[in-house]
């Protein structure tokens, strides 16, 4: 889904960075496994770029987001950082990958803001495969949710294991 840009107060904020987009890489092969080309669908949620209001927040019509399931308010933190998603995940293969009890896959960028480093959590998932026009299979990679978490967030950052991102698209690819 391509998102459409917000204006707030005359300002416009395009949201083009986060259309969809194919992303390929290629594993290299090791004494286990050959190595294999992977190729996924990118889309983000809005959730990038959004937020829940918080519960003492008054919040006006003009910051609501209407995505076509829901809506939420523009976050202009979230936005910031979600320049960032593209290049975050066209290096997903030399990150550390994380699986939540839930199942879903994060990876965490250091962020230095103001002299302070912080953690940015992106949350993804590959769900099944689609076959592409041309008959091959073709994986999906639908970044969930990405925000810094920090006190009074209401939750803490998931027990986390270590995952290879080879391993998941290669179980991926394999199911039917």
């Known amino acids: 889904m391509k998102w459409r840009a917000f204006t707030y107060q005359g300002k416009t904020y395009d949201l083009s960075h986060l259309d969809p987009f ?3 890489y290629a594993a290299i092969a090791n004494g286990e496994r050959p190595g294999y080309s992977y190729k996924f669908q990118v889309r ?3 959730h990038c770029f959004t ?4 519960p003492e927040q008054r919040i006006t019509k ?7 399931k ?5 976050c202009f933190e979230r936005y910031e950082l979600s320049c960032r998603l593209p290049a975050i995940i066209c290096t997903l293969e030399h990150r550390e990958c994380y699986r939540t009890p839930r199942g879903n896959l994060f990876v965490i960028e250091p962020i230095v803001r103001e002299e302070k480093e912080e953690e940015y959590e992106v949350y993804f998932q590959i769900p099944k495969t689609t076959i592409s026009g041309r008959g091959k299979k073709r994986l999906n990679l639908i970044v969930q949710s990405a925000y810094l978490r920090r006190e009074g967030y209401g939750t803490t950052q998931p027990r986390k294991e270590l995952v290879s991102l080879n391993e998941i698209a290669r179980k991926k690819l394999r199911r039917k």
């Open 22 to 24: 194919i992303w390929s």
């Open 70 to 74: 829901e809506t939420r308010v523009f």
């Open 51 to 54: 937020r829940e209001p918080s």
């Open 62 to 68: 003009d910051l609501l987001y209407r995505g076509p």
């Open 44 to 46: 983000f949620s809005l």
